[in-house]
């Protein structure tokens, strides 16, 4: 069983940055994947990026150019470097993890583990 948890959202003002933080615990297999979604309300969750356990990253077109996901193995730590904020990137972030190879942030089939999220609102 892995244990997800973020941190880091907060307020912020339109340019902003902020940092997310997602300290994983317990056992994943060698070919494991980690992504950051996110979610408003009425709306479906969606993928910001992914990146997988040789480090390789996958953008989905809300996280390219502003977002940097990476991964410190050491610490266990996900993490998603945010720059240049935008209010419609208000929303719960949530930190998943699947124990498989294949690793995209396309769809949330297939992530067995999920953190309980974390808010971020911008403002104008």
């Known amino acids: 069983q892995v244990q997800l948890t973020e941190s880091g959202g907060g307020s912020v003002q339109a340019g902003g940055s902020l940092r997310l933080s997602c300290a994983a615990s317990g056992y994943m297999y060698s070919d494991y994947c980690m992504a950051w979604f996110r979610q408003v309300p009425g709306k479906e969750r969606e993928g910001v990026a992914s990146?997988?356990?040789?480090?390789?990253?996958v953008y989905a077109d809300v996280g390219k150019g502003r977002f940097t996901i990476s991964k410190d193995n050491t610490k266990n730590t996900l993490y998603l470097q945010m720059n240049s904020l935008k209010p419609e990137d208000t929303a719960m972030y949530y930190c998943?993890?699947?124990?498989?190879?294949?690793?995209?942030?396309?769809?949330?089939?297939?992530?067995?583990?999920w953190g309980q999220g974390t808010q971020v609102t911008v403002s104008s």
């Open positions: 998943a993890a699947a124990d498989r190879r294949s690793c995209y942030p396309y769809s949330t089939v297939g992530y067995n583990y």
């Open positions: 990146i997988k356990s040789d480090g390789s990253t």
